[in-house]
T-cell receptor
Framework: SQQGEEDPQALSIQEGENATMNCSYK?????LQWYRQNSGRGLVHLIL?????REKHSGRLRVTLDTSKKSSSLLITASRAADTASYFC???????????FGRGTSLIVHP | DGGITQSPKYLFRKEGQNVTLSCEQN?????MYWYRQDPGQGLRLIYY???????QKGDIAEGYSVSREKKESFPLTVTSAQKNPTAFYLC????????????FGQGTRLTVV
């Protein structure tokens, strides 16, 4: 069963613009994670935010978490063509320690 | 280098055959997972194991089997009972303690011929 759902499903922007992706989830969580997947490859972990955190930064990435709305957002600033990939959020529903993923957002950054 | 390795990268299966996908990790992780990825459907959990000699069914376990005889290894067998096995299969591992990220292999693309 899908726990998280990313929005939008697809996003197309120009290099240098910011990209924002959203994730909504259904049950209580103790953390939320964002992953990146290049076409035909495995997922790579980007950032983890705990349920008691509201915002976290890593380089050009900014993640926010609103547990009252059961939602998270991933912002990529000053995007580059190399950021083209699919981005997934994952949670451990109910503290299960079983990563459960959404359908992902496909990001295309045009040079 | 520590990591998680899936093999083969590409696999072709004839109708009625069983095939086994390999997943090995040297990260000393307790937990391992198998996911199936189809276009537009994200990752769906097939099986998971949180400790050696124990594993549990995920959301789409029918037609699949696993074993966890060693901490490092979690092979997935796609049996002939799986009617639509063509997909991208991803293996992941995670430390069994605390809040940590999952590490993924590079995937195996299985095609029925």
């Amino acid at each position: 069963s899908q726990q998280g759902e990313e929005d939008p499903q697809a996003l197309s922007i120009q290099e240098g613009e910011n990209a924002t992706m959203n994730c909504s989830y259904k049950t209580s969580i103790n953390n939320l994670q964002w992953y990146r997947q290049n076409s035909g490859r495995g997922l790579v972990h980007l950032i983890l935010i705990r349920s008691n955190e509201r915002e976290k930064h890593s380089g050009r990435l900014r993640v926010t978490l609103d547990t009252s709305k059961k939602s998270s957002s991933l912002l990529i600033t000053a995007s580059r063509a190399a950021d083209t990939a699919s981005y997934f959020c994952a949670t451990d529903p109910g503290g299960s320690y079983i990563p459960t993923f959404g359908r992902g957002t496909s990001l295309i950054v045009h040079p | 280098d520590g990591g998680i390795t899936q093999s083969p990268k590409y696999l072709f299966r004839k109708e009625g055959q069983n095939v086994t996908l390999s997943c090995e990790q040297n990260l000393n992780h307790d937990a391992m997972y198998w996911y199936r990825q189809d276009p537009g459907q994200g990752l769906r959990l097939i099986y998971y194991s949180q400790i050696v000699n124990d594993f549990q069914k995920g959301d789409i376990a029918e037609g699949y089997s696993v074993s966890r005889e060693k901490k490092e290894s979690f092979p997935l067998t796609v049996t002939s009972a799986q009617k639509n096995p063509t997909a991208f299969y991803l293996c992941a591992s995670r430390s069994g303690t605390g809040v940590t990220e999952a590490f993924f292999g590079q995937g195996t693309r299985l095609t029925v011929v």
